[in-house]
């Protein structure tokens, strides 16, 4: 019989991707007090949204109101 255990990235597919992202993405982190992601991540679920697509609307909603342009030149 197979084995149906879940498979996990290997060691290669975890390095080419991280060397993806790193070429792809920037990243930024930013802190808020102990106890206020759980709470943003609910409201992010109010909106049927990930925390990270719900920051992001929110950055350009913020950039909207103030007509500032956030396409990658």
Do not use: C, H, W
Request: hydrophobic fraction near 35%; aromatic fraction near 10%.
């Amino acid at each position: 019989m197979p084995d149906k255990r879940k498979t996990y990235y290997n060691p290669s597919q975890k390095a080419a991707t991280a060397k993806y992202n790193a070429k792809a993405y920037d990243e930024i982190k930013f802190r808020v007090k102990k106890g206020v992601k759980p709470l943003l991540k609910e409201l992010a679920e109010t909106q049927d949204m990930s925390l990270n697509e719900f920051i992001l609307t929110a950055v350009e909603k913020a950039a909207d109101e103030v007509n500032f342009d956030l396409t990658v030149k």
